[in-house]
């Protein structure tokens, strides 16, 4: 961590018909705030309410009317923070069959920071920065490479705001350019060369911007996350991380780091053009950062698939490390950390080194089960808060 930066702070939350909540308001400490409680009680809800304002998604919903309480029309999270010298409170509030929304089932978004409207859709309000570490981060080696190439994209996020507005253009872009290949094959009529010119060429350039980003971002965590896996198992064998880009899978994360934007444009252009009927036969884009996929390794062997239990929870706590560097030497401001049932996951070996990365001073939220094996100095100063049933004590 950098000595002496600052500390971006919560000092409270409030929220409405979220989750389990009817209505809860809480004070926060600046040090550490455990909150205790059996499983299923809405612990991990609350630091859900503060991703949501920080990052504008909430990881575990599979979509937004998850987040409002069973029988409620809207809920609503606010929360007061200090970041980067300014003194926010950011609002969201999500709203059931809101007739600009469609009605019915739909959901419609309304944000506001210090009293302002924000634009519409699923980004932060706000400068709030959070890093979680959770159980569901092993993930990162056991699921596919959607969830590795989302953890890539959110800690763009963090560093590279404008990142949102390219991963929206390439999204649109995408969607346009698949429907192209669709009407063709339900047609039956000749592709429209011209048209899928236009949008090969838009879909390579946006896409080429955010595998730029992702190429430097594991270029940067390369190093402090074999250093931490170092640190943390002692292993001798090298970590290894690379970036699978699908337009030419057989360049190493050198030979791409060494590419421009440009250049990375006309390696997918080319591609598009040579898997045309490919992506005409199986009705889909075939082509871009939406394929790819990040490469964790260990002694030159996929560590999704020959690291043991323990060496995979060492590997994910590296890389989570290694995110917690990238981000506090980019904004040069501690951001907030999300301790989910992460502790209940690590021996006591892990969690003292964890424990030891991450009090320097950094406000720390944990959920937990129980108390037993937290040390000593992380229960001082901490306000602990007892969760049941959507109550706070």
């Known amino acids: 961590m950098l000595s002496g930066c600052l500390h971006m702070i919560v000092k409270s939350i409030a929220i409405r018909d979220f989750r389990n909540y009817v209505e809860a308001d809480l004070d926060l400490a600046h040090t550490r705030n455990i909150f205790i409680g059996q499983n299923a009680q809405g612990k991990t809800n609350l630091l859900e ?78 400068r709030l920065c959070i890093v979680s570490f959770a159980a569901r981060d092993l993930d990162l080696l056991r699921a596919g490479p959607l969830v590795r190439r989302d953890w890539l994209d959110a800690i763009a996020l963090k560093i590279r705001p404008q990142h949102a507005e390219c991963l929206d253009r390439y999204e649109k872009i995408l969607a346009q350019r698949n429907r192209l290949i669709k009407q063709f094959f339900e047609s039956g009529m000749g592709l429209d060369e011209d048209q899928m010119k236009i949008w090969d060429r ?19 965590m390369q190093e402090p996350a074999r250093q931490h896996l170092s640190h943390i198992s002692g292993q001798t064998d090298m970590m290894q991380l690379a970036y699978l880009c699908k337009a030419d899978p057989l360049l190493s994360l050198e030979d791409l780091s060494a590419l421009d934007i440009p250049e990375i444009a006309r390696m997918l252009y080319r591609k598009m053009k040579e898997r045309r009927q490919e992506e005409l036969a199986r009705r889909q884009s075939l082509v871009g950062p939406h394929r790819d996929d990040l490469l964790i390794s260990i002694g030159g062997l996929d560590a999704s698939a020959f690291a043991s239990q323990g060496q995979q929870r060492s590997v994910v706590l590296a890389l989570k490390l290694a995110e917690l560097d990238l981000v506090v030497s980019h904004l040069q ?53 007892h969760v049941h049933g959507g109550s706070l004590k």
């Open 49 to 126: 309410a503060l991703e949501l304002i920080s990052t504008g998604r909430a990881a575990r919903a599979g979509h937004e009317r998850e987040l409002l309480r069973i029988g409620a029309d809207r809920c609503m999270v606010q929360v007061n923070y200090e970041a980067f010298g300014y003194q926010d409170n950011a609002v969201v509030e999500l709203i059931k069959g809101d007739k600009a929304a469609g009605g019915n089932d739909k959901i419609s978004r309304k944000a506001r920071l210090n009293g302002v409207a924000q634009k519409a859709g699923r980004r932060p309000t706000g």
């Open 202 to 220: 838009q879909a390579a350039y946006h896409g080429a911007q955010i595998v730029k980003v992702r190429i430097d971002l594991i270029a940067e």
């Open 333 to 385: 401001e501690t951001p907030v950390l999300l301790l989910d049932d992460v502790l209940a996951e690590l021996d006591p070996m892990r969690q003292r080194l964890l424990m030891e990365r991450v009090s320097d001073g950094m406000q720390t939220f944990v959920t937990t089960t129980h108390l037993d094996g937290f040390r000593e100095e992380w229960l001082k100063d901490a306000q602990i808060v």
